[in-house]
């Protein structure tokens, strides 16, 4: 009850939080409510889950069961009254230093059951008060080697070593201990602003991960989209271009195939009349002729023959090539149609013939 009501004015009078810590400190740990030993009065009846243990004569005689029971009176007497139920206890507020030499204020409940009610009477003065010295002092030692950070995180693994330690000791006094809770752990005001600190740096670091990561993933998903893109265009410029080879331009050339063609034989035709070779060495003279005069247009140097200034004599090679090249078309049409006296001389001489009027 004194335990309760300091716990209560502490939270009810934070300034005086250090008086009222140090006298729940110092009070006495808790204990069940009885409501006094049974009188023997022959006759007795015991309530469900509880052991009433007699001795005779000051010496131990049995416990009674649950239901109706004899005793004789004066020779017998009621002496401890165990309950077999589940016990909370709670553990007073205790400070604690860590691994790493900060001091917490931890507090928590314990779970109690009596196992045999003979060693819970006679084992020890006051189990109940024992069991909550030696849950602080195993909180204490098992604080001690763990950091501040494994506490937070190894909270079961903690009350289970309590529990066991709690259990090895207990074992004389009839009490098994079943669980262990850790109810609320204060650490330093400072410590706790660091942990703050560290939180939010923790959680800013997450958020800068994932930030880069979604912008690594957009710029994958971009340079993707990208590749793809130009896949399917280089695709279709592909298909376009076979298309078109395969239509447009396939009819176009097969067009130019036939005009040229069309042409070469309309020159044959041409060059078969009579005088023909004359007007193709005509013409090709005058190619001749036009193409020295662009040379000097086309680029800064100029090739030209050690005849140039003879111009007769260049259009007599000109002819002179283009006769070697039409020498057998001339042969073969000269063995087909008769050569006439007009046609007897050759039509280089003829131009030649021409040229030099010209010029003169």
Not at 61 to 87: A, T
């Amino acid at each position: 009850r004194c335990q309760q009501l300091a716990s209560n004015l502490l939270h009810l009078l934070p300034q005086h939080s250090q008086q009222l810590k140090r006298a729940a400190r110092l009070a006495p740990a808790p204990c069940r409510w009885n409501s006094g030993l049974p009188m023997n009065i022959g006759v007795l009846f015991v309530p469900q889950q509880e052991a009433w243990v007699v001795e005779r004569m000051g010496k131990f005689h049995r416990i009674l069961e649950p239901g109706l029971n004899f005793l004789i009176p004066l020779l017998d007497r009621i002496r401890y009254v165990q309950s077999l139920k589940e016990i909370v206890i709670n553990v007073p507020e205790q400070s604690a230093v860590t691994l790493d030499n900060v001091t917490l204020q931890i507090d928590g409940v314990l779970y109690l059951r009596v196992m045999d009610p003979y060693k819970a009477s006679y084992g020890v003065e006051d189990p109940e008060y024992a069991v909550t010295q030696l849950a602080q002092t195993t909180m204490r030692s098992e604080l001690g080697k763990l950091s501040l950070d494994r506490v937070f995180r190894e909270r079961e693994s903690l009350n289970a070593s309590i529990v066991d330690a709690i259990n090895q000791a207990s074992d004389c006094w009839g009490i098994r201990c079943l669980r262990y809770e850790i109810k609320d752990i204060h650490v330093p005001p400072r410590v706790k602003e660091s942990m703050q600190m560290q939180v939010e740096a923790e959680r800013r670091k997450r958020a800068t991960v994932l930030e880069s990561e979604g912008t690594r993933e957009s710029a994958i998903n971009v340079a993707e989209g990208q590749k793809q893109a130009q896949i399917l265009a280089s695709e279709a410029e592909k298909a376009e271009q076979i298309n078109k080879a395969a239509g447009r331009e396939a009819n176009a050339m097969l067009v130019k195939a036939r005009a040229k063609a069309e042409a070469i034989q309309l020159l044959a035709a041409a060059l078969a009349q009579q005088h023909g070779n004359a007007a193709a060495s005509l013409s090709v003279a005058e190619q001749y002729v036009n193409a020295f005069s662009k040379i000097a247009k086309d680029s800064n140097t100029v090739l030209l023959p050690a005849n140039t200034g003879d111009v007769t004599n260049m259009v007599a090679q000109a002819l002179g090539i283009y006769t070697t090249l039409t020498k057998p078309q001339a042969v073969k049409t000269q063995d087909e149609m008769p050569q006439t006296h007009e046609d007897s001389q050759s039509p280089a001489t003829e131009v030649l013939k021409a040229e030099q009027g010209s010029s003169s």
